[in-house]
Every structure is written in C-alpha cells, then in structure tokens.
C-alpha cells in the first residue's frame, strides 16, 4: 500500500511539474501562438444526417419536386376561373401547364446525362443563338407583341421567350470563361467580357421591352462575379451603378414610373397603378392564418390580374393561408441551400461558378416576387419559379433542375458512393435501363473534350528525329523527263556518312555528356568557355565539346 502511495504521488507530481513546465513556456513561443491564425468555426453547422455522399441530389429533387407540386396544383385553382369565363374548358390551363412539366421533366432528365465538358464547350455558341433570339424578337412579325411587350416567339403551338434561354447560356458561358481564366484571374479579367456582354444583352431586353428578364440577368451576373472573387468595393460600386441604371430606366417610361410610385403609395391610385398591388394585399389578408381552403379564392374572378403568373403566391396566401406561404418559402430555402452547398463540395471551379449563378438566379427571382406581391419591392412582372403559370418558364427552370442534379452526382462523395452501390447490387433488366439513364459521371472534375479538332499527328523526323521507315512513292508525269530523273535518284537517307552520323547519335554514351554550353554573358574572372557555376576543377568546355545533333 506504501508502494503504491508513493508511486501515485510521483505520478501526480510529474503531472504538475509538466503543467508548471507548460505554464511557464517562454513569452516568444506564447506570442507565437497568440499570432497563429486560428480557424473559425463555421456560423451554421448543419446537422450530421445531412453530411451524406448524397444529400445535395435528394434535396434539389425533394424541394424542386414539392415546389412543382405545389405549382400544378395552384395553377389548376387560379386559372380555372378564368378559362371558364372565356368559354373554355375549366381545367385546359392547367393540362397545358401539366403538359409543359411532362416535357420539363424529360429535360431535366437530358440535363442530368448530359456531360459537363459539352456544357462548357457549346455554351458560346448557346450565348451566339440567344443573342440571335433576341435580335428576332424585336422584328415585326416575328415577335409576338403582348401588353405592349414584343417578348415572345409564335411557334404554333406555343409561345417561346427568348429571355429565359438567354439567361441559362449565359450562366453557363460566365461560369466557362471564368474558370478558363482561373490561374491567372485578375479583376479586369473578371470582369471583362462578362460585364460587357451582360450591358448588351440587357439592352436588348430592355428594348423589348423587359425588366423582369433585365433584372434576372443581373442576378446571374452577380453570383458569377461573387463567386469570382471581386473585390468587395467593386462589388458595392457595380452595385450602386445597378441601382441608378434601374431608376433612371424605370424612370424613362411613364408606365415603369407610375409602378413605382405606386409601391411607395399604392393606395394613392387605387385603381390604375396601386391597384393590382391592393389586391394581392388583400388576398393575402383574406387567407390569414389557415387560408379560406383550396379553390375557394375570391380574387381569382378576375378582381386580381395575373392571378396564374406574376401573383400567384398571393393566390397561395388566400387559399392556403400564412402555414401555405410558409411552406414555399421553406422549400426554397432548401434549395438554396443546397445549391451552394454542391459549390462548396464541388471540386470543379465551372460547377462551383454555375450551380452559384443559377441558384442566386432561380432564388432571387422568388425573392423578388414573393417582395412585390406583399408590398416589399415594386412589381417588376418576374414570375415564380417552378409555380407560377409559363411554358418556357417551366421547361427551362426544370431543365435547370437537372443541371443542378448532374452537378450534385459530381461531387467526389457522390461518385464513389455510386460507383460502390453499384458494385454490391446487381439489378436486372429494368435497373439497367435506369442505370443508362441516370449513369455514373467519370470525373469529378470533367476535362473540357476537344470535339472536331484533329489529333495530334505523330512526330516526324527531321532535325533531333528519325525519319519514318519505308519507301516515298511519287507519282511520275511520263511528259517530264527531268522530274524522273529526279525521282530516281537513290535515297538520300542511305548515305553511309549520314547512316554513321546518325548511329553515333544513338549511342548510350552521347546521353551521358552534359548540356551544351548556354551563351551567358561572361563574368570578371571567368575562362572563355567555361559554364557559369561550374566548379575549380571542373574542366572548361569549349566549342568542339559541344554535341552535335544528328540531321
């Protein structure tokens, strides 16, 4: 028991004589650890189930499908209404917008086999046709006027605006010429071409006319530049030039003026320019808490213009009440973030730019609907994404989805997760199909492919290599004598000096002797000829030491 006593004591006073030894460590070595960057812990640390190799793809696809979800059904409710008023079936509206999500969906499906490598190669000559677009747009008869707007495209049987796959190329394009540029980035890099293409694509939005598209741009503008790196007072200043660009614009026509205006006081014109912000107002107030149940919208009898499209969530408010409004508010949410977070866990600088421009842009856009259609923000005409009433809206915010899918399989997680899955389940017929559909993507960082460039040709010999074995057949004019002649000479590679030159050229002990000698300026004290660096007694090298290369 004395024993162990004492060999207890000695262990707890080396214990202490180690924390004193600690706490009496020398001040440079505490200054030193005082002046260490520490790293921060992050703001928001997400729970440990959401952490999986697969999280991102299950919640773009969980919160886009909700959000479509919800987006047909609302539909079905807000337009039936009016159909019925103009002597059409109640429920064609929303049929049409069911069948615009069947083919969105077969996008999006397209989307996700897509390779990333085509995306970045084919995404200027995307940008090339959008701009044509636009410019076809502004021809009468070609562009469809409506609202005094020439916005839309007449392809039969339905209406095609230019502006939303102009918005998606050039996203795409931004994110490829910045990450080509990555490795020597500068801020003027960065911001040129970007900048400027993006100044005349919206000047051929805006004589359209189209703020809403103008205003989207700018978001896709913005996540490219931020996740770019600009500086913070660049970004502040382009902000502010942003900010007078759309007051001096808004201020340039009478209608843009009286909408703004009209937000800062709607009641004061209640029944031209405040009016349909007073009854979204008033729809919203109707719904309340739990909403006045599905279908049962008063403001839907044409008392609300635009009640399927521009103010659809006021729609959503009446009906299904602040929980509806808070439902959608949420789902958009997770979809944000889980498009930064395939950003943050991508190991490709072209999907980390992307999947930021097109989440700040498809977020953005709600955000500004959802703040003009509860009095927030002056009514631009920007739509709901995945909700509101739109062909071309729909199909190509679903095509984006898909992207968005393609990016999170990316992830370096993902893909081994995949690849392992499919190693230790084997599957049948129908799940070889859907393996085809949905493959495995190869790379976690997909090389940009070379598609129509020729391969490299192999090397031909002539100086420092050897010419190719075999025999040069020439085609001999018979009316020529001279140019057979000629072409009977014998070989010239079958000299025998040139043979012996190039046999001492291949011997294992040419490779052994040093460089050739580099023409450097000569240095005070230095032999003519000999190397710079070179040592005592190593010997000098002249002229004739130099090897010769075989011809």
């Known amino acids: 028991m004395a024993a162990t006593t004492t060999g207890t004591d000695r262990t707890t006073t080396g214990a202490t004589r180690g924390t004193a030894t600690t706490a009496t460590a020398p001040r440079a070595s505490r200054g030193a650890q005082r002046g260490a960057r520490v790293p921060r812990e992050p703001v928001f640390r997400a729970p440990a189930w959401l952490d999986g190799p697969m999280t991102s793809t299950y919640l773009v696809l969980g919160s886009a499908g909700l959000l479509l979800a919800i987006g047909l059904v609302m539909v079905f409710s807000a337009s039936s209404v009016e159909a019925a008023l103009d002597d059409q079936p109640a429920w064609l509206p929303g049929v049409r917008q069911l069948t615009f999500a069947v083919l969105g969906l077969l996008l999006a499906l397209v989307a996700v086999r897509m390779p990333v490598g085509h995306l970045r190669r084919w995404s200027g000559v995307a940008l090339l046709v959008a701009a044509v677009l636009l410019l076809a747009v502004l021809v009468p008869g070609i562009g469809k006027e409506l609202n005094g707007a020439r916005q839309w495209i007449n392809l039969g049987v339905a209406d095609f605006q230019p502006s939303e796959f102009a918005k998606l190329a050039f996203a795409l394009w931004g994110a490829h010429i910045i990450a080509v540029r990555e490795r020597w980035l500068t801020t003027k890099s960065l911001l040129v071409p970007v900048v400027p293409a993006f100044v005349v694509f919206a000047a051929l939005l805006l004589a359209e006319p189209d703020m809403g598209a103008t205003v989207g741009l700018g978001l896709v503008v913005a996540g490219l530049l931020w996740t770019g790196g600009l500086p913070g007072r660049w970004i502040a200043g382009l902000g502010l030039l942003a900010v007078v660009g759309i007051a001096i614009t808004a201020l340039s026509a009478s209608y843009r003026a009286a909408r703004l205006f009209s937000f800062l006081d709607p009641f004061a014109d209640a029944e031209n320019g405040g009016f349909q912000a007073i009854?979204?107002?008033?729809?919203?107030?109707t719904g309340g808490f739990w909403g006045v149940g599905l279908g049962n919208s008063r403001m839907k009898w044409n008392l609300l213009p635009h009640a399927e499209s521009d103010y659809i969530f006021a729609i959503i408010g009446e009906e299904l009440g602040f929980l509806g409004c808070l439902v959608v508010i949420t789902l958009y949410g997770v979809l944000a973030y889980a498009g930064f977070r395939i950003a943050r866990t991508s190991t490709d600088r072209f999907i980390q730019l992307a999947s930021t421009a097109i989440t700040v842009w498809l977020i953005g856009q709600a955000l500004i609907n959802m703040g003009y259609v509860v009095g927030l923000l002056p009514v631009t005409g920007v739509t709901l994404p995945l909700i509101s009433a739109g062909g071309t809206s729909l199909v190509l915010t679903l095509f984006i989805v898909g992207l968005l899918v393609r990016f999170a399989r990316a992830e370096p997680d993902a893909i081994e997760h995949l690849r392992a899955h499919r190693r230790s389940h084997p599957v049948g017929r129908l799940g070889r199909l859907g393996r085809w559909l949905v493959p495995v993507p190869e790379h976690a960082v997909a090389p940009l492919p070379t598609l129509g460039r020729r391969s490299t040709p192999p090397p031909v010999e002539g100086r420092g290599g050897r010419r190719p074995t075999g025999r040069t057949v020439a085609r001999v004019r018979e009316d020529d004598p001279g140019r057979a002649a000629r072409a009977a000479r014998p070989d010239r590679t079958a000299r025998p000096d040139r043979d012996a030159r190039a046999e001492r050229a291949a011997r294992p002990d040419r490779?052994?002797?040093?460089?050739?000698?580099?023409?450097?300026?000569?240095?005070?004290?230095?032999?003519?000829?000999?190397?710079?660096?070179?040592?005592?007694?190593?010997?000098?090298?002249?002229?004739?030491?130099?090897?010769?290369?075989?011809r």
Do not use: H, T
């Not at 009854?279 to 107030?285: D, I, P, Q, W």
């Not at 050739?516 to 040592?535: C, H, I, K, M, N």
């Open 279 to 285: 009854k979204g107002l008033y729809a919203l107030a």
């Open 511 to 550: 490779a052994a002797r040093p460089a050739p000698r580099e023409r450097l300026p000569e240095r005070a004290g230095q032999r003519v000829g000999q190397r710079v660096g070179a040592g005592a007694g190593e010997p000098p090298r002249v002229p004739r030491d130099r090897p010769r290369r075989p």
